[in-house]
């Protein structure tokens, strides 16, 4: 059975940090492009990261240079670690591998 598993998530006050996680489990990630989305009370699903097989990785304008992700093939793993939080970065994170979805984790940024 493929699925993902994310984690990390919680109530972080601005200016924290985290690091997301999402552990695959019946599969690998080796040979599929990974994006991370999230999902804002009240808007649209968007894209925030991704990283392509070949090691390449791309971010939405708002998180440049906060956000980095990354890939642990051996451990079926991706993560999103974040810095410098801002209120605008709350919502449920999901992770995508391949036509796969994480069934999210949620990050709320407050004081």
Do not use: M
């Amino acid at each position: 059975q493929l699925q993902l598993v994310e984690s990390g998530g919680g109530l972080v006050q601005p200016g924290g940090s985290l690091r997301l996680s999402c552990a695959a489990s019946g599969f690998t990630l080796d040979y599929y492009d990974i994006g991370w989305f999230r999902q804002a009370p009240g808007k649209e699903r968007e894209g925030v990261s991704c990283l392509n097989k070949s090691g390449g990785t791309n971010y939405a304008d708002s998180v440049k240079g906060r956000f980095t992700i990354s890939r642990d093939n051996p451990k079926s793993t991706t993560y999103l670690q974040i810095k410098d939080l801002k209120p605008e970065d709350t919502g449920v994170y999901y992770c995508r591998v391949g036509l796969e979805w994480g069934q999210g984790t949620q990050v709320t940024v407050s004081s």
